[in-house]
């Protein structure tokens, strides 16, 4: 008669550690694409906040001056053109620009730099404020 002595190791075949391996890499394939876009939305933020505080700045200059601030400084002034801000966000994943600034009218883009610049679609973002949309008109719309 045979006698089967029982097998007391304990741990992991290699054939087992190989199979988990592929499943962490199948879940990390396709969830760092997810992680990555999601990323570059949330980054958007930083172009969107410096943005804005911009448009305030800009009402506050133009309450006293006869035009719009044509670039950003360290104060409003309306001897030199300029309106209170910084040109690259908070953050530093944009750069920001005044164009077209009018006595009624001025253009803010915020351009994507650094990582950012990878967000596809999304690597200028605008808002153009007149007369006829005060409250400014954003562009691209999907990227907002």
Known sequence: MFTFKKNNTKGFSLIELMVVVVIVGIIAGIAYPSFSDSMMKARRSDAKSA?????LSQSKLRGSCATFG??????????SNTVKGISTSENGYYQLKITGASGNAYTITATAQGVQAKDTGCTALTIAVSAANPKGLKGPTSCW
């Open 70 to 79: 044509s670039a950003i400084g360290g104060a409003n002034n309306c001897a």
């Open 51 to 55: 943005m804005l505080g911009l448009i």
